[in-house]
């Protein structure tokens, strides 16, 4: 089974300009582990709960800042026709939560989470799509 099988629509990525407090809410009705952030259509970082507490609180940050300053800008992917099988056994020896998901032509395509309750009956796996 390819990740692309597994998908699920949700929303678009978040801009680099989304507030903190934007971001937090945003992964609470995900239930992801982070989501993917945009500027100008290109993918420039991932935001995770982690992120915003520890980078942000840390920082003195308010809840209006911009994701941008407390947001990964290294991404950590896979693509959408990998087999779902690889990718969890890849989360799994790398300890990562998730995965950004992209297209062969490098676009976004979701986030695959190994630690989500499976919806399609994947025992280990959840892919939900952030739709580019």
């Known amino acids: 089974m390819r990740v692309a099988d597994m998908m699920t629509p949700v929303s678009d990525p978040l801009s680099h300009a989304t507030t903190l407090r934007q971001a937090a809410t945003a992964l609470a009705q995900s239930k992801l582990d982070q989501l993917p952030v945009a500027h100008e259509g290109r993918l420039i970082g991932a935001v995770s709960e982690h992120d915003l507490v520890d980078y942000g609180l840390a920082r003195g940050l308010n809840a209006d800042s911009p994701v941008f300053a407390v947001m990964s800008h290294y991404i950590d992917w896979c693509y959408e026709d990998e087999d779902i ?48």
């Open 85 to 132: 099988v690889d990718i969890v056994a890849r989360l799994a020896d790398a300890d990562r939560e998730s995965l950004i998901v992209l297209t062969r032509r490098h676009r976004l395509a979701g986030v695959v989470t190994a630690n989500a309750p499976s919806r399609g009956g994947w025992g280990d796996a959840d892919v939900i799509d952030v739709a580019a």
